[in-house]
Every structure is written in C-alpha cells, then in structure tokens.
T-cell receptor, first 114, second 111 residues
Framework: NAGVTQTPKFRVLKTGQSMTLLCAQD?????MYWYRQDPGMGLRLIHY???????AKGEVPDGYNVSRLKKQNFLLGLESAAPSQTSVYFC?????????????FGQGTRLTVV | DQQVKQNSPSLSVQEGRISILNCDYT??????FLWYKKYPAEGPTFLIS?????DKNEDGRFTVFLNKSAKHLSLHIVPSQPGDSAVYFC??????????FGAGTRLTVKP
C-alpha cells in the first residue's frame, strides 16, 4: 500500500523554467491538497481539490496551476519558476474534510530555483 | 491571513515530564482540529484529532483539549519521551472546505 507518492523528490530549476510535480494516491480519497513548507511559515495551502475535475485556490496560489483529471492524481505546475518558489512541497489526501479530515502526506519534493 | 497560529516556535522539556503545545485559530467555521507530527525529511503524519462538538480527546499519552469560546486548542503529551522530539503542526478543517496549518512547534525532549 503506497499511500501518497510524490515525484520527483528533488529538483533544481533555473528561473523561468517550467515543471510539473505529480502526486498519486491509492486510497480512493476525494480530497487532495498541495502545500509548501518554508522556514517559520509552516505549511501553507497552495491549491486543493474536493474531487475529480475540481480545483480551488488556497492561501498562496499565485504562480501555480493544478489539475485533477483523475481521482488518484493531483498535478502541480509551475509555468515560470521564480526563486521565491524555492521550497519543500507536500501533497496530501483525505477522505473527507471537516470530521474525518485526517490527511495522509507524501514524502515531499524539495525544489530549488536558481 | 493566518487562520491557525502556533505562537511558540520551540519547546524543550525533560523526559518523563508533560509537554504542552498550544494553538489558536480565528475562523469560527472550523469544525475539526488535528495535530500532525513531522520528522526531518519526512511528510507530516497524523497524530490525534478532535471534533468541535467535543472538548477533549485522548489517545494513549496524547490528549487534545479544545476551548471553542477562546478558539484555542492544546496538545498534552504525558509522559514525554525522546522519540517525541519532532515538529508538531496544528491544523483545522471546515466541512466541504480546505485544511489550514499553523507554523509548527519544534519539541525537544531531553533524556
């Protein structure tokens, strides 16, 4: 049982390059989330999805796009990377929100933009 | 705006003593609260949760208390063990909505 899998685990990008982070979950969860973790800032929500084909903005959505074409996958895209997007990115999934919102996290993707 | 706040970046306690981690929130729509534990180079893992209709939930050495009127919750760890040393995140969720996290508190349990 893989749980939540993120690829890649590490990446270095040059400013202006684009990339896509992939999150896959095998728990049939409805909700999926993308967070970034920065020192002193905790986990900040970028975008989330409440089901296949839906996406919504979180706290810090600028510079990112997402897609949820299949229930098990949630993709995070950076169209033109900036040094301010250097961070550790975590994907998470949960069966519900509110009661029952226990989320399972991936191992994280460490992204450096130079 | 930060809707979930953990005002103590770090906490150090002696092994065997009680650890108390605090969390405040501002959004009255939150109806479910969670604590996660995170070790370096790993994703956060779920620890314990509490519904807004309760004021206490206990699971072994971990107890979460919720004071809705004060919009405050706390995590008690008794007795604290060196393996509890990690970053603890408070999170809050609203039905049909997203989940927000605090900035985290780094707990160090000294042998």
């Amino acid at each position: 049982n893989a749980g939540v899998t993120q690829t890649p685990k590490f990446r270095v990008l040059k400013t202006g390059q684009s990339m896509t982070l992939l999150c896959a979950q095998d728990m049939n969860h409805e909700y999926m989330y993308w967070y970034r973790q920065d020192p002193g800032m905790g986990l900040r929500l970028i975008h989330y999805s409440v089901g296949e084909g839906t996406t919504a903005k979180g706290e810090v959505p600028d510079g990112y796009n997402v897609s949820r074409l299949k229930k098990q996958n949630f993709l995070l895209g950076l169209e033109s990377a900036a040094p301010s997007q250097t961070s550790v990115y975590f994907c998470a999934s949960s069966y519900l929100s509110g009661a029952g919102a226990e989320a399972f996290f991936g191992q994280g993707t460490r992204l450096t933009v130079v | 705006d930060q809707q979930v706040k953990q005002n103590s970046p770090s906490l150090s306690v002696q092994e065997g003593r009680i650890s108390i981690l605090n969390c405040d929130y501002t959004n009255s729509m939150f109806d479910y609260f969670l604590w996660y534990k995170k070790y370096p180079a790993e994703g956060p893992t779920f620890l314990i949760s509490i519904s807004s209709i309760k004021d206490k939930n206990e699971d072994g050495r971990f107890t979460v208390f919720l004071n809705k009127s004060a919009k405050h919750l706390s995590l008690h760890i008794v007795p604290s063990q060196p393996g509890d040393s990690a970053v603890y995140f408070c999170a809050a969720s609203a039905s049909n909505n997203d989940m927000r996290f605090g900035a985290g508190t780094r707990l160090t349990v000294k042998p």
